[in-house]
């Protein structure tokens, strides 16, 4: 993260260099969202929410994420991918 921070500040990524990024992003996000999932399927649903410890959802796919933080739109990371 920290080189795309550098790249999007200094001067704009080609579309190869965000792909390349995309992929690194896209395996920590991917990992966040399978344990999101684990917690959610660990601990029923409504017994999370009456006790108060529902995860906060984030919303959106993952593609949608990594593509706004390589400065792309979700879709053209994907026709890029």
């Not at 992929?23 to 990992?31: F, G, R």
């Not at 949608?64 to 026709?79: F, H, N, Q, S």
């Amino acid at each position: 993260m920290a080189e795309r921070d550098e790249n999007t500040c200094r001067k704009d990524l080609l579309p190869t260099e965000a792909v390349a990024l995309g992929a690194a992003i896209e395996a920590v996000e991917s990992k966040a969202a399978k344990q999101r999932q684990a917690a959610t399927r660990k601990r029923g649903t409504a017994e999370l929410a009456r006790v108060g410890k529902l995860p906060t959802r984030e919303k959106g796919r993952a593609s949608e994420k990594v593509a706004a933080a390589v400065g792309m739109k979700a879709r053209t990371y994907e026709k890029e991918v």
